[in-house]
């Protein structure tokens, strides 16, 4: 039974992968021919070029922080593991890899700034610094 709930749930997640991918890089306009940062701000020890793998691998270890593991085990113990086994999947396709991507995205565009100084060319001084509350609240939970 666990074997056939595994193989449905990689098989949901490839798909989400190429379909819902496909669908955000769209909505994002994304186009192979821009260079990253990496290229276009090549240093040799900030900004260097990658693999598709290492980016993945840093993708997945980004992802699977304390959220999507504390929530999980939080409503495993009140709801059961069939809800759980729904919140880490639709969780990590529609809402942490969304979130993931987008991040990237903006921070791509930007000329590889990270998401708290991009705030400051968007945000009131007063909402920049809810922002980064917000940020320092996270990173402490």
Do not use: E
């Amino acid at each position: 039974m666990l074997d056939i709930f595994f193989i449905i749930s990689a098989f949901i997640f490839i798909a989400a992968y190429f379909l819902y991918g496909k669908l955000i890089a769209r909505k994002y306009n994304l186009n192979m021919d821009n260079p990253t940062p990496s290229h276009t701000m090549y240093d040799g020890i900030d900004y260097v070029p990658t693999q598709k793998a290492v980016l993945l691998g840093h993708h997945f270890s980004s992802i699977a922080g304390a959220g999507p593991i504390v929530g999980p085990i939080i409503a495993a113990l009140a709801f059961g593991w069939l809800p759980v086994l729904f919140w880490v999947i639709i969780g990590s396709i529609f809402i942490g890899g969304v979130h993931d991507f987008s991040s990237l995205v903006v921070s791509i565009r930007h000329k590889a700034r990270s998401i708290s100084d991009i705030t400051n060319d968007y945000l009131s001084p007063r909402a920049r610094r809810f922002f980064l509350l917000f940020v320092w609240l996270a990173l402490v939970y």
